[in-house]
């Protein structure tokens, strides 16, 4: 398969992840300007959650659906992909979550000042270190059942987007009122870039960036059977 596909998957399905995970926190925003209830954390999570479902259904077979660097990160490291091609994926996904927040700035103007187009931020009170601590253990969570689902060839087939994306709605509701639940740097990034809210931000790479890399040889270390790279 041409590369070119591969790169063009990890970048949409970026897209739809930013702009749905993050337009929901738009959409929850302007639903409760208008005086109704809004989504709350619990719709925004599952929004999160059957997004990742979708893409992964929709792009797997073209380019595993890493969707977010620090999945590609824990693959690199582990040698289950090569270094440039690694680069290349995170560039696709950095584009994409970057167009999604434009597309959230156009679509949600009064969201960019106030919910920050949906990037997340630390909670009141929460330490740096709490908030690094919280993505990287959701992080973690989420990247470790991607080794055993879409990775391992042992895994039952066909449950592998609904395992994901259910680790990815329970990590956003937990780390919600921490971190935001994040678990995905391009997904801080994109809206991040749009409305200019860059505070703590290396928090959502380093959390997630360790979390998965210790998934990665945890689950080599412990599960996996031996290969070769892939």
């Not at 992080?139 to 592998?160: E, M």
């Not at 505070?199 to 990665?216: E, F, K, M, R």
């Amino acid at each position: 398969m041409n590369a070119y596909k591969k790169y063009m998957a990890e970048f949409v399905g970026t897209f739809a992840l930013v702009f749905i995970a993050a337009g929901s926190v738009c959409a929850d925003f302007y639903l409760r300007q208008a005086g109704g209830q809004g989504l709350g954390l619990l719709g925004i999570s599952i929004a999160f959650g059957i997004v990742v479902i979708a893409v992964i259904y929709a792009t797997s077979y073209v380019s595993g659906s890493h969707v977010n660097p620090a999945v590609t990160v824990s693959f690199w490291i582990t040698k289950r992909m090569e270094p440039n091609t690694a680069i290349m994926y995170i560039i696709s996904q950095i584009a994409g979550a970057s167009l999604a927040g434009l597309a959230l700035k156009t679509l949600f103007p009064d969201a960019a000042k106030t919910v920050y187009l949906g990037t997340c931020v630390l909670a009141p009170g929460v330490s740096i270190a709490r908030g690094v601590l919280m993505e990287f253990i959701i992080s973690f969570l989420l990247i470790f059942t991607i080794y055993g689902t879409l990775v391992d060839k042992r895994a039952s087939a066909g449950f592998a987007g609904v395992a994901v994306g259910l680790v990815v709605l329970f990590g956003a509701m937990i780390g919600g009122t921490i971190s935001g639940g994040a678990m995905n740097p391009a997904r801080v990034f994109g809206p991040a870039i749009a409305s200019g809210q860059f505070t703590h931000h290396y928090v959502w790479w380093i959390g997630p960036i360790l979390g998965g890399i210790a998934a990665g040889f945890v689950y080599d270390k412990l599960f996996a059977e031996k290969r070769g790279k892939q």
